[in-house]
């Protein structure tokens, strides 16, 4: 009867933990039961040795100690380091991979030493007291740094550097001789290749060039109008008038065919030129004796030959040029109805200037113009921002910073963004050869909202753009 008490009475002081365990124990049998579905195998087998382990722990805490044996409390002790060892040792599954990880070093197993062999020295930790060797922190490289090793790797593929200036050449001379066979009273001067490629400011790839076509007018019959006094009230733009015509009437030009009202239209020409070009010529059998293949570009506003060589890929964009009153005018309207604008070119002032002031200095006006131009032609929102904007930024610069050493090239990179972010808040640059032409007067609000964005970023991590 004593006894039935006495285990009445510990099933009585138990009585909560055992409703506890038994009912972890059934959510253990049934996380193991659906272990395989959710975890997999090798997930599955990870839970039921730590499953097991934990129920042993339970187990032995909570079943009744033998008071006559005096080893019972060190056996349960050794067997729980026994057990937490086996959740330790317990392999995890491995880790689903992220795309991250991929660039961390990946560390070398521990080899598994061999009975009778010493173990490596540099594998285990230094006694205490012994002096550490700390390794050396990575370096890290300045801006300076950067941009120099950034313009080592923007100079253009050699075979192209060296063909595709001399393929261009020989084009252009066959389309020369072609235009005085087949137009002989139009008085094209001689044709002549431009581009940063022939002026060593091009970057990453040399896979475009301008031709020029000259225009030969003669100063006694036309005359220069500025856009300022014109509809589109842009000073970038001219309009070449015929004057004299009741001296000169039409016809004494050979250029008057080419006359709507009574100025020289860019259309006009450029679309005499673009049949010419399509329906004329005879490309197949002048990319024979070159060597490649010349398609010119049918659906384009511009007139413009695709070629393919064996070794390159050339995209030759021919611009018929006037020169008058030391302006340098191409045949490029705006889009719309005006059809007589000439655009004028700063190009050759801009690369002339650029020299110049390098030359009188030892400045690196050029290499940053380089890095700059390789930028923009990197990053697709900054496309529109190269070329003639950058030039125009670092020349009003050249006014205001006197040094413009190779050493002091993050400086002055760093400054040409914060003038760019200025204009582009403005909306406005003005041009270095004429105060009164906005270069940005081109771009959409949405083009030029992006542009400032990406280089109002740049300002504090630059080398966000290299």
Same mark, same amino acid.
């Given at each position: ?92 599954? #491995?880790?689903?991979? /992220?795309?991250?990880? +991929?660039? %961390?070093? @990946? =560390? !070398?197993?521990?080899?598994? *030493?061999?009975?009778? &062999? ?16 700390? #390794?050396?922190?990575? /370096?890290?490289?300045? +801006?300076? %740094?950067? @941009? =120099? !090793?950034?313009?080592?790797? *923007?100079?253009?593929? &050699? ?20 235009? /005085? ?286």
């Amino acid at each position: 009867m004593a006894a039935f008490w006495q285990q009445r009475g510990r099933r009585q002081e138990n009585g909560g933990l055992g409703s506890v365990i038994d009912g972890l124990g059934s959510v253990f049998d049934v996380l193991l039961a659906n272990a395989r579905l959710v975890l997999g195998v090798s997930g599955a087998a990870v839970l039921a040795i730590a499953t097991l382990a934990v129920k042993r722990l339970i187990d032995r805490a909570t079943s009744p100690r033998d008071e006559g044996d005096p080893k019972a409390e060190q056996k349960s002790l050794e067997e729980s380091w026994q057990d937490l060892a086996l959740i330790k040792t317990t392999p995890k599954p #491995p880790k689903k991979q /992220r795309r991250e990880d +991929l660039s %961390e070093p @990946l =560390l !070398s197993p521990a080899r598994p *030493l061999v009975a009778g &062999e010493a173990p490596d020295p540099r594998g285990c930790s230094a006694p205490l007291g012994a002096p550490q060797v700390k #390794p050396s922190p990575l /370096r890290c490289l300045t +801006l300076q %740094e950067k @941009l =120099l !090793s950034h313009s080592s790797q *923007l100079a253009v593929p &050699e075979i192209q550097a060296s063909l595709v200036p001399q393929l261009a050449r020989n084009i252009c001379t066959q389309l020369q001789n072609f235009l /005085r066979s087949k137009c002989p009273e139009l008085p094209f001067g001689r044709f002549f290749l431009s581009g940063a490629l022939l002026d060593g400011l091009e970057v990453l790839a040399g896979d475009h060039i301008h031709l020029m076509l000259p225009v030969v007018l003669d100063a006694g019959l036309w005359s220069l109008i500025s856009g300022e006094d014109t509809v589109v009230r842009n000073p970038q733009y001219w309009m070449i008038k015929r004057i004299d015509l009741g001296y000169f009437p039409r016809g004494c030009s050979p250029w008057d065919r080419f006359m709507v009202g009574q100025y020289l239209s860019s259309s006009v020409l450029n679309e005499t030129l673009h049949k010419l070009l399509v329906a004329s010529i005879n490309w197949p059998a002048i990319g024979g004796l070159l060597g490649c293949a010349i398609h010119p570009v049918v659906a384009s506003r511009e007139l413009k030959l695709e070629v393919k060589h064996d070794q390159v890929e050339l995209s030759i964009t021919l611009f018929p040029v006037v020169e008058m009153e030391d302006k340098v005018l191409l045949a490029v309207p705006p889009e719309g109805l005006v059809e007589n604008l000439w655009l004028e070119s700063f190009y050759r002032a801009e690369v002339s200037r650029v020299k110049e002031l390098d030359a009188s200095d030892s400045g690196a006006r050029q290499l940053c113009l380089r890095i700059l131009n390789g930028v923009c032609r990197s990053q697709p929102s900054l496309h529109k921002l190269g070329g003639s904007p950058v030039t125009h930024v670092i020349l009003h610069l050249s006014d205001t910073a006197s040094d413009w050493a190779e050493e002091n090239l993050a400086d002055r990179f760093q400054q040409v963004l914060e003038e760019l972010v200025a204009s582009l808040e403005k909306g406005v640059l003005l041009s270095y050869f004429n105060p009164k032409v906005n270069l940005f007067s081109g771009l959409s609000e949405e083009e030029i909202d992006e542009m400032g964005f990406v280089l109002y970023r740049a300002i504090s991590e630059p080398e966000l753009l290299l």
